[in-house]
């Protein structure tokens, strides 16, 4: 995969911390999860037809986070919605789309997973040097963000699946995929000792 030039775009960056599990503790969260090699077949499936589609679906997640002001805070300073930093993360989310799409889930990726997390929680608005929005995101709406970048995901997928068959196959591979990226951001939220 090559990397995108994206400001703090780090998968692959051998400097990341390396992740707290190893190959069988992420095979355990596969199989956790669900999600099989015909999962992985399916997201590489659905790559093709998500990839143009890309900003669309950003417009419709940026669309809900702005319409929920309690979302919209993690983004936001005692001036407002800081515009600057929400252009950043939309640039990074729109390549998490497609890494999860096509990523090798392996090491690498998870250790991208889990500094995605980390800028969720300890390390927020670091990576982009924004100062006065609040320290974190609330874990709590990490999880519920799961139902809406799931659900808004199926008329996307529709648009070029081959039947009902496959658009279940390509949303089941997607819904699996964002639930192990969450369980592995839940890293920077939890005890140590406690993930």
């Keep these: 995969m090559t990397a995108p030039t994206i400001p703090g775009y780090r ?12 190959a069988a503790g ?15 077949a399916a997201l590489r499936e659905a790559a093709p037809i998500i990839e143009p589609q890309v900003e669309a679906i950003l417009d419709t997640w940026y669309g809900f986070v702005g319409s929920h002001p309690f979302l919209l805070a993690a983004f936001s ?11 950043a993360v939309r640039a990074r989310f729109g390549q998490w789309i497609r890494d999860t799409l096509r990523a090798d889930y392996d090491a690498r990726w ?24 609040p320290e974190v995101v609330p874990f ?32 089941q591979a997607w819904v699996k995929a964002v639930v192990l990226s969450v369980a592995l951001w839940s890293a920077a939220y939890v005890r140590e000792g406690w993930w």
């Design 77 to 87: 300073t005692s001036e407002g919605p800081d515009q600057r930093y929400l252009a």
């Design 26 to 40: 992420l095979r355990d969260l596969f199989a956790a999860c669900l999600l099989s090699d015909e999962d992985l």
């Design 11 to 22: 998968y692959g960056d051998p400097a990341l911390p390396a992740p707290p599990i190893d």
């Design 110 to 133: 998870a250790a991208y997973q889990l500094e995605v997390g980390r800028r969720h929680a300890a390390a927020k608005g670091r990576t982009d040097g924004v100062a006065g929005t």
């Design 140 to 171: 709590r709406h990490v999880v519920a963000l799961v139902v809406p970048i799931t659900a808004t995901m199926r008329p996307f997928l529709a648009k070029g699946a081959r039947d009902a068959e496959h658009l279940e196959r390509m949303h």
